[in-house]
């Protein structure tokens, strides 16, 4: 068929095989994987860090909790070691000396021996005498003042035993333009028959106490803060990079700057807490004898989340590296999986060309640059009834008896697209029809022609019946094919006309059709199923007015289930509207009634009309659907309304059953209020009657030239506000100008 004069018999059959070709999928599937790797690796290793620094933090909770319960036992164990010494203090010679002669040798004795006691102390502040009134006496300095002691403090240190000192709680003193933190420890002075003789007042730093017990324990790192029981700073106020919430000036209370961290030590005794910038560790402790209520403090402290990110940096660095490398490496190991899957099945693939090229359910030749046929398959000697042997080297023309033309048209297309695709009639084969399907394959070394071919005598004949169908259901009637879902899958020019479709499929009958049908389809599907057809008149909802007969005729499948459904539709006769019975529409009313109400309402004078109002009744409401799921249960208590609204309808009043669930009561020359007290009566009477339950009423009132379809849609309005919560079950909607006439 070419102008190449190579014999392909002596030659391969089968073209070199390509190089490593990547699919779309194959890439696909490779990125998505690496995608996933890298996804995978960044949330592993996210959460690895995160629980590393988490387990630092743990670690650092641990050990500074370790901390403050030894600073908290220190302090309390300084306390009270404070309180023995006050107690030898007052049992000191050179008091007792000063109080049997108070002397001014005696007094300069006392002071003397106070000083030296300061000057060996640090954290002894002050001491000062008061006599049994609480009047201040002596001092070894003026830093505390000259006031006498309350009474109630004189009361609460006298109901003490004789040994017992009582410990005030901390407070502070200006020292130096700062304020200082100390405690006050009080002991009584007796005489030898246990009068009260005087006070002796020792006042105690609480800085100088915590500096005694160990600096280290305090850093800007990881601060150390004592609070009283109502959030007050006494110590620990640094002004280097303070944290936000946290006081940084002795007396501030951490209850107004950081009140989610107080009530999390307000409620437990010890524990931690995670804020957003740091990590806080607390102990409650009690300094000096339980000899009042406000003995207990907070110790407290934190460290922020930047430092422990900080400590953490270099494992993280470690781990990230660790993390790139293993990417790298799982990366590697993913490409190199395709490659040799891609190898492997390209092997495969060319030993299933070779072995398969001849096996497959298409006739299939192989034919040289001659025209010379030089093998065929099993499949093509069976269509062309013939032995494999007879038909290689035969002309590729004799063997199917094509005329010269279109043998050249085929080898020019070739010479050109160097592929064609045809099909053909073999007269001597009983006319069946043949695809073609032809190919030009190979190099300039190797060329050759690869020929597949298929009996499409069936699919022609196919063709042929459905050209027939569609010219036998090309008919005056509207007709459409339709899936038990109501999905239109086939329509004629009629149906397509009739409901002006515009050559659209991708709708659906129930939607169409409206008219409630979706409602019902259910319905209908189980009387076809049972009967086999189904009938009924509905309204047009393309064309308003218009009814039509519809006829529906189900198609079964092997298993005895609906397949498709055949629909008719056909004109009605107006006849039909009059006459209940005679065509059972798919529900015992669906607007059956409404256009003989239009006619009415089209009827009324003007007079009538402007004084009209129409009533919109709702018995399916949302909440009620679970005791109404069943159509059949709906109707029938519909039918129950209708017959009470009937007995007591007035006269010149006309209802309308409209749609399933919804009444229409239209009430010539009634103004709104009116027609509210008859909605109010009808509810009344039907809750009398026990059919109350979930109703609503929606009132609208007639507006000048108005129809009867936006009537109904201003009272289906007001039903919506009744269906709203607060409004109650009657609600009214454009009936302020009504009640204005």
């Known amino acids: 068929m070419l102008s190449k004069h190579h014999r392909l018999k002596d030659s391969p059959l089968i ?134 002691l309350p009474k109630s403090l004189l009361k609460q240190v006298n109901t003490l035993s004789d040994n017992d000192i009582y410990t005030s709680a901390i407070e502070f003193v200006p020292v130096e333009d700062r304020l200082e ?122 460290i922020r989340n930047h430092d422990i990110t900080a400590r953490f940096e270099e494992w993280r660095n470690i781990l990230l590296l660790s993390v790139v490398i293993m990417t790298i490496l799982a990366a590697a190991v993913i490409v190199l999986v395709h490659l040799y899957r891609i190898e492997q099945r390209s092997r495969a693939n060319a030993i299933e060309l070779a072995d398969g090229l001849f096996r497959s359910d298409a006739g299939c030749l192989l034919v040289n640059t001659m025209g010379r046929i030089v093998c065929a398959n099993d499949r093509a000697a069976k269509l062309l009834k013939l032995d494999q042997q007879e038909i290689e080297n035969r002309s590729l023309q004799k063997l199917f008896e094509q005329d010269d033309h279109w043998y050249q048209k085929v080898r020019e297309h070739l010479q050109q697209e160097q592929i064609w695709h ?92 409206q008219n409630d049908f979706e409602n019902q389809w259910q319905r209908i599907l189980k009387l076809v199923s049972m009967h086999g057809h189904w009938q009924g008149q509905i309204l047009n909802g393309e064309r308003r007015g218009e009814c039509l007969q519809t006829t529906l005729k189900g198609c079964l499948d092997e298993e005895g289930e609906l397949e498709y459904l055949i629909c008719t539709l056909e004109q009605a006769g107006a006849s039909h509207w009059g006459h209940k019975g005679e065509q059972m529409p798919y529900r015992s009313a669906v607007m059956n009634e409404l256009p003989d109400l239009e006619r009415y309402f089209e009827a009324m004078n003007d007079a009538d009309k402007s004084h009209s109002c129409l009533l919109l009744l709702d018995i399916n ?93 201003n009272s289906e309005v007001a039903l919506k506000r009744a269906k709203q919560s607060g409004y109650g079950s009657i609600c009214q909607a454009y009936t302020a100008d009504a009640n204005s006439l």
């Open 181 to 302: 933190p100390y405690q006050m420890q009080l002991a009584r002075l007796e005489n030898a028959d246990q009068s009260i003789r005087g006070y002796l007042v020792t006042y105690n730093s609480l800085q100088q106490m915590l500096q005694a017990i160990k600096p280290a324990f305090s850093s800007n790192d990881s601060p150390l803060l004592l609070l009283d029981d109502q959030g007050q700073l006494y110590a620990g106020a640094s002004n280097l990079d303070p944290l936000p919430g946290i006081p940084d000036t002795l007396g501030s209370s951490l209850r107004q700057t950081y009140p989610t961290l107080w009530r999390e030590l307000a409620m437990n005794n010890f524990g931690e807490f995670h804020g957003d910038n740091a990590a806080f560790v607390f102990l409650k402790i009690t300094l000096g004898a339980q000899n009042n209520d406000g003995q207990q403090y907070v110790l407290l402290s934190y």
């Open 621 to 713: 409401p949302e909440d009620m659907l679970s005791h109404l799921s069943d159509i059949g249960q709906l109707e029938s208590r519909q039918q129950q309304v209708e017959m009470q609204l009937l007995r007591d309808l007035p006269r010149g009043y006309q209802m309308s059953n409209w749609q399933l669930g919804r009444i229409v009561i239209l009430l010539p020359n009634t103004d709104s209020t009116t027609a509210h007290h008859y909605a109010k009566n009808s509810l009344d009477s039907l809750s009398h009657n026990g059919l109350s339950d979930g109703i609503c009423i929606g009132i609208a009132a007639y507006c000048q030239g108005q129809t009867l379809e936006k009537f109904l849609a």
């Open 15 to 148: 073209p070199h095989i390509r190089g490593v070709q990547w699919s779309r999928q194959r890439l696909l599937a490779m990125v998505s994987q690496l995608c996933m790797l890298v996804i995978t690796v960044v949330l592993i290793a996210n959460v690895v860090v995160t629980l590393g620094e988490r387990k630092f933090q743990q670690e650092w909770a641990v050990q500074r909790y370790s901390e403050l319960q030894t600073v908290g036992t220190l302090l309390a164990d300084k306390v009270s070691f404070q309180q023995f010494r006050t107690q030898m203090f007052a049992r000191s010679e050179q008091l007792r000396h000063y109080l049997q002669n108070p002397g001014e040798q005696e007094l300069d004795r006392l002071l003397s021996s106070w000083d030296t006691m300061k000057q060996n102390i640090p954290e002894l502040m002050d001491i000062a005498l008061y006599d049994a009134g609480g009047k201040f006496k002596q001092a070894s300095s003026p830093r505390f003042g000259a006031a006498p």
């Open 422 to 513: 045809g099909e053909a009639q073999l007269q001597t084969l009983e006319n069946i029809y043949i695809r073609f399907n032809i190919r030009v394959s190979g190099d300039q070394d190797y060329t050759f022609v690869l020929i597949t071919f298929d009996d499409i005598s069936e699919l022609k004949q196919a063709r042929q019946e459905a050209h027939l169908n569609q010219l036998l259901s090309d008919s005056s009637v509207a007709t459409a094919l339709l899936t038990p879902s109501g999905q239109l899958v086939k329509v004629n020019d009629s149906f397509n006309h009739l409901l002006r479709l515009d050559g659209c499929l991708h709708k659906s009958l129930l939607n169409l059709l």
